[in-house]
């Protein structure tokens, strides 16, 4: 690379994080040195009337800007790149194809401090181990002392040492208890520097004994290490895909190599995470929105810099730099989690298999219940199916039945038929899990004299009966007011509750299994910090009878003895607009029916319906999800809705009701301008909820069987409509391969 000190001025070209679609050119700094910067190391640069922090994208001999005009770059923050080449080349084809500000794309990449323009600095944190008596002491002996009980038994369930920042992202009140801990020297300080990795110290326990669809599906991902490949490993809840992930690992570790593996949301991460910990010696990196700022920066710069082996990270984890890496797993790779809803609206699934393609290693996309688009590519031979049929050990699967509640007496969403299951259940002490995917007491508060029904003023949509907070509740934009008592509009009529939420049916429970112990998981309950641990630790312990929750229920948990599994309202996700809906009431009811008798114990799982002969329903229980699967792609290919086309949808909101109408008139005319393919153009229509938040919502939807073709039309029009003076008066957004339609 030419040094700044030759005779004529090089040209910084840098990406700045603003919403333009554009990169800008800046002189060196006065006191540059005599070696150029690479690209991927971070300047502060002079922007309007204050100072940016930019990204070097390329220096190069001229600009087509008047040098004269161009300012000076001010600082050179970093001696050498945080981002690789192909850490850029991923972020400019993520730029390029979701159609998004580069500088924008980037800033996402980092750590927020990181992102300010903070110096890069890779704290060491002490970290904390079972001494020999803490190996050897029980739980129990810690019961006067709850707090020192249940932290002790996580360094027991662990079995490894813990460092500060994964004590904290567990419970952020962890120290008192540690230090009391230590004073009984059941707890030490570890010195031992666990991000060195030794080949004999990669592994702490023994692999489990694998059945030989797992014994292929190990063999078929390791014969591909070290090249590109995406394997689509669809495994019936319980078939050990963890096992799976965990002995293909060990093969990348024993080669040097850096493994990064996402879920898509954070309740899946410790349970995970204690796998792990218990599995290898290694250094274990976290990264999640419940960690601070500074632990996500450590975890950040220890993976860059070759010193931690493994992340395990929500979708933003994606985007981390790896000093050596060797392998990319997605599990539950069908979940709509992995795509971002607002900013950056980019879908970590599909950027994960382009990095694996520019860093030439393979990508492992696991699921019970595959997307339509990866099902689609395993038939096109562009993913290697890898399939495991059968549960691990001796569980079975669980049997299926649909409850036919017409006409049927129910108590608060339970029919008298479910209530005489759980009973029995009961009896011979098994767990029972109630799902029901709707927090709060009630989703609506109706007048029984006039029929007025609490609305929220901000959004189409009424407000929530929140009963233990004496709360009315907006679930789309957080307004909230206290409940009241009297009809505002008739003053007479009596006010009731109707519809079923989880602390509804968590009261009926009370009374109706008076001597058993309930528990309610949804994100209302679990919101104080290590309530969800704790909550899950009971119920392993078996200090639990009924389990009742939401989604976060749904997947990756594993309940030994939980053997009847009911889905109280399978009805309301059978009637959509959204023509994805199908498929996500298919994956959530396998997945929800897959925490039933997941050991030696038979499962049961009831699904109380008004619809016992919807074709949906029947085809699940009688061939299963990919029998649904196929007949849904065959469907889609009639209507040529994805993966048979490509999709991009314009969003527009504003608190003006009419602005958002001059905008799409102004693009209906770049549309015209610039729309040679065969692209259709469907809108612009009012979203599904038109108001919310006080803003009036549209939007515009652009399909066309050639993916090309689509981002031909987005890229001469997106630039146009950012230029737009009818853009200023509206917040405008496009979606690329949008998984919601609202």
């Known amino acids: 690379m030419a040094n700044l000190s030759s005779g004529e001025e090089l040209i910084f070209r840098v990406a700045i994080p603003v919403p333009v679609y554009r990169i800008f050119d800046y002189l060196p700094p006065d006191n540059a040195g005599l070696e150029s910067p690479k690209p991927g190391v971070r300047l502060e640069v002079p922007f309007g009337s204050g100072k940016k922090i930019a990204f070097l994208l390329e220096i190069v001999q001229r600009s087509?800007?008047?040098?004269?005009?161009?300012k000076r770059v001010a600082r050179i923050l970093d001696n050498k790149p945080l981002l690789s080449a192909k850490d850029l080349r991923l972020l400019l084809w993520a730029g390029n194809y979701y159609h998004h500000p580069l500088g924008e794309v980037i800033s996402f990449a980092f750590p927020a401090a990181l992102r300010q323009g903070k110096p890069v600095a890779v704290q060491t944190e002490k970290r904390y181990a079972l001494t020999d008596l803490g190996k050897s002491t029980l739980g129990e002996q810690l019961q006067r002392t709850p707090r020192q009980k249940s932290v002790f038994e996580k360094f027991h369930v662990s079995q490894a040492s813990l460092s500060e920042a994964e004590l904290s992202a567990w419970d952020g009140n962890w120290r008192p208890a540690v230090k009391q801990l230590i004073a009984r020297q059941l707890l030490r300080i570890d010195l031992s520097d666990t991000r060195v990795n030794r080949p004999e110290a990669l592994v702490?326990?023994?692999?489990?004994?694998?059945?030989?669809?797992?014994?292929?599906?190990?063999?078929?991902?390791?014969?591909?290490l070290g090249r590109f490949g995406v394997f689509l490993l669809e495994g019936v809840t319980g078939s050990g895909k963890t096992e799976v992930y965990l002995q293909i690992i060990r093969s990348v570790l024993e080669r040097g190599q850096q493994v990064l593996v996402l879920v898509p949301e954070i309740t899946l991460t410790p349970q995970l995470e204690g796998r792990f910990r218990q599995r290898f010696a290694v250094s274990i990196?976290?990264?999640?929105?419940?960690l601070t700022d500074k632990q996500r920066q450590a975890a950040w710069l220890q993976m860059q810099q070759g010193e931690c082996s493994i992340m395990l990270g929500t979708r933003s984890a994606l985007f981390t730099p790896l000093k050596n890496p060797g392998l990319i797993i997605l599990d539950e790779e069908h979940d709509s989690s992995f795509k971002q809803q607002d900013g950056f609206r980019f879908s970590a699934r599909d950027i994960a298999v382009v990095r694996g393609k520019l860093l030439h290693i393979p990508v492992l996309l696991g699921s019970a219940t595959p997307s339509l688009e990866s099902l689609h590519n395993a038939d096109k031979q562009r993913y290697r199916l890898l399939h495991l049929p059968d549960r691990a050990g001796n569980a079975t699967e669980p049997v299926?039945?649909?409850?036919?509640?017409?006409?049927?007496?129910?108590?608060?969403?339970?029919?008298?038929?479910?209530?005489?299951?759980?009973?029995?259940?009961?009896?011979?002490?098994?767990?029972?899990?109630?799902?029901?995917?709707?927090?709060?007491?009630?989703?609506?508060?109706?007048?029984?004299?006039?029929?007025?029904?609490?609305?929220?003023?901000?959004?189409?949509?009424?407000?929530?009966?929140?009963?233990?907070?004496?709360?009315?509740?907006?679930?789309?934009?957080?307004?909230?007011?206290?409940?009241?008592?009297?009809?505002p509009a008739c003053k007479a009529g009596e006010l009731t509750p109707l519809g079923l939420g989880t602390e509804r049916v968590e009261k009926v429970l009370a009374e109706l299994f008076a001597g058993n112990v309930s528990v309610r998981l949804d994100r209302d309950s679990t919101q104080r910090k290590g309530s969800l641990?704790?909550?899950?630790?009971?119920?392993?312990?078996?200090?639990?009878?009924?389990?009742?929750?939401?989604?976060?229920?749904?997947?990756?948990?594993?309940?030994?003895?939980?053997?009847?599994?009911?889905?109280?309202?399978?009805?309301?996700?059978?009637?959509?607009?959204?023509?994805?809906?199908?498929?996500?009431?298919?994956?959530?009811?396998?997945?929800?029916?897959?925490?039933?008798?997941?050991?030696?114990?038979?499962?049961?799982?009831?699904?109380?319906?008004r619809q016992p002969e919807h074709p949906l329903l029947t085809t699940l229980i009688r061939q299963g999800y990919r029998s649904f699967a196929k007949s849904a792609l065959a469907e889609r290919k009639e209507a040529l809705l994805p993966p048979f086309s490509y999709q991009a949808l314009l969003r527009v909101q504003s608190a003006d009701a009419d602005a958002p109408e001059h905008f799409f008139q102004a693009v209906s005319a770049l549309v015209q301008k610039f729309n040679t393919g065969q692209n259709q153009v469907m809108g612009?229509?009012?979203?599904?909820?038109?108001?919310?938040?006080?803003?009036?919502?549209?939007?515009?939807?652009?399909?066309?069987?050639?993916?090309?073709?689509?981002?031909?039309?987005?890229?001469?029009?997106?630039?146009?409509?950012?230029?737009?003076?009818?853009?200023?008066?509206?917040?405008?957004?496009?979606?690329?391969?949008?998984?919601?339609?609202?």
């Open 400 to 487: 299926l039945q649909l409850m036919d509640i017409r006409n049927k007496r129910m108590q608060e969403g339970l029919s008298e038929s479910l209530v005489e299951e759980i009973r029995l259940t009961l009896a011979k002490n098994e767990q029972v899990l109630l799902f029901l995917n709707r927090r709060g007491f009630a989703p609506t508060l109706i007048c029984h004299g006039c029929g007025w029904v609490a609305r929220c003023q901000r959004c189409d949509a009424n407000l929530v009966i929140h009963f233990d907070e004496e709360r009315l509740r907006c679930h789309h934009c957080g307004k909230e007011q206290r409940l009241i008592n009297q009809c």
């Open 533 to 609: 641990e704790s909550y899950l630790q009971q119920i392993n312990q078996g200090e639990v009878d009924i389990i009742l929750g939401t989604q976060m229920l749904a997947k990756g948990h594993h309940f030994p003895n939980v053997t009847l599994v009911a889905i109280l309202d399978v009805d309301s996700g059978l009637f959509s607009i959204d023509f994805r809906a199908a498929e996500k009431l298919a994956q959530m009811i396998v997945q929800v029916s897959g925490r039933a008798g997941r050991a030696e114990k038979p499962g049961k799982v009831i699904m109380q319906t």
């Open 64 to 70: 087509e800007v008047d040098t004269g005009k161009l």
């Open 684 to 742: 612009p229509v009012s979203a599904p909820m038109a108001r919310r938040a006080g803003l009036y919502r549209y939007q515009l939807l652009f399909q066309n069987t050639r993916r090309q073709e689509l981002h031909v039309l987005l890229d001469s029009l997106i630039p146009e409509i950012a230029k737009l003076k009818q853009a200023k008066n509206v917040r405008w957004s496009l979606d690329v391969d949008p998984v919601d339609l609202y």
């Open 204 to 224: 702490r326990n023994n692999a489990l004994q694998c059945n030989p669809q797992q014994q292929s599906a190990i063999g078929a991902v390791c014969s591909g």
């Open 285 to 290: 990196a976290l990264s999640h929105s419940k």
